[in-house]
């Protein structure tokens, strides 16, 4: 068991590395996710009209290959938020602290609504006028639309498209013999632990987000990372005690934010310190420093608004 929660671990860094990259590289869990859910795409193209190359691409993308704590623990492959729905939620967070995301009793629950989500909201109306091969289009539209704030997100879905050639599956019919198999389930608290922690990739980088009172030690033997390597990029010592939700980083932080980032500020919170702004934007802290020196002179207040390098 140890053996195959370290390959889980393992994989799900290797999709963040890959979700890091300007290009994105063939990997087996992907391959993977559209083996298991290729067929259930194509029934709900059949349905509702949406490309299955999309469907697949946007559940890969937005799941981690299926491995997300969303997917994982809330059956919530395209990591659809509340708005107006009633049934079971849970809380993650996104673009802001704590929000709201829906709760699904399987996979396939998940890919129906994502279909039912994107045919009943008028700001998509205009994909379903497009030819259901024209996957670029619909790449481009979703994003135009507001279905993700990553700028480069149509570029993404393309990419994994051709690279897999997922576009053949928008010819295609559903294979009546091929039984879907919904999530397996997690039983062990030590799965659950290591399969939904929150990995994500910013910057060129790849970060989790730390369970309470856990050490870059412990995080360190479980990923096959050396401890004062995950430390130092981090800034800090070894031993140091984490919080819970501490972002950790994988690899060395930056100079600078993204050249395509829209944000040149960030407004300091209470009892914030120049370091965690350093720790969220996957930069370093001279560099954070540096481009704010009069704050960093006089310390941080609340409402201060610190130059991003």
């Not at 997100?153 to 294979?175: C, F, G, H, Q, V």
């Not at 479980?222 to 939700?245: F, M, T, V, W």
Request: hydrophobic letters at 35%; a positive charge.
């Amino acid at each position: 068991m140890k053996r195959l929660l370290t390959i889980i671990i393992a994989t799900i860094i290797n999709i963040c590395w890959t979700t890091a990259a300007t290009k994105i590289k063939w990997n087996q869990a992907y391959q993977n996710y559209f083996n298991k859910y290729k067929n259930i795409a194509i029934r709900e193209m059949k349905r509702y009209g949406i490309p299955a190359s999309i469907t697949l691409a946007q559940g890969v993308l937005e799941s981690a290959a299926g491995n997300s704590r969303l997917a994982t623990v809330a059956n919530n492959h395209f990591g659809i938020k509340c708005h107006d729905w009633t049934g079971p939620t849970i809380a993650q967070d996104d673009d802001e602290q704590g929000e709201c995301f829906r709760v699904y009793g399987s996979a396939i629950e998940s890919y129906e609504d994502h279909s039912k989500f994107l045919r009943g909201r008028k700001r998509y109306s205009s994909l379903f006028q497009l030819a259901i091969t024209d996957y670029r289009g619909w790449a481009h539209g979703l994003k135009q639309a507001g279905y993700a704030t990553n700028p480069v997100y149509a570029n993404s879905l393309i990419d994994i498209i051709e690279l897999y050639r997922l576009y053949e599956y928008d010819t295609m019919k559903p294979n009546k013999n091929d039984d879907f198999v919904p999530n397996d389930k997690l039983t062990r608290k030590e799965d659950i632990d290591m399969r939904t922690r929150q990995f994500r990739a910013f910057n060129d980088n790849c970060y989790l987000t730390a369970h309470a009172g856990e050490t870059y030690q412990n995080i360190a033997r479980e990923i096959g990372i050396k401890a004062h390597k995950l430390a130092k990029y981090n800034e800090q010592p070894e031993d140091s005690r984490l919080n819970e939700g501490e972002i950790v980083w994988l690899r060395k932080k930056k100079h600078h934010v993204p050249e395509n980032f829209n944000k040149q500020y960030h407004t300091a919170k209470s009892n914030e310190s120049l370091y965690d702004i350093a720790q969220l934007y996957g930069v370093r802290l001279k560099n954070i420093i540096k481009a704010n020196k009069k704050i960093a002179k006089r310390g941080l207040k609340a409402g201060d608004k610190v130059k991003l390098p």
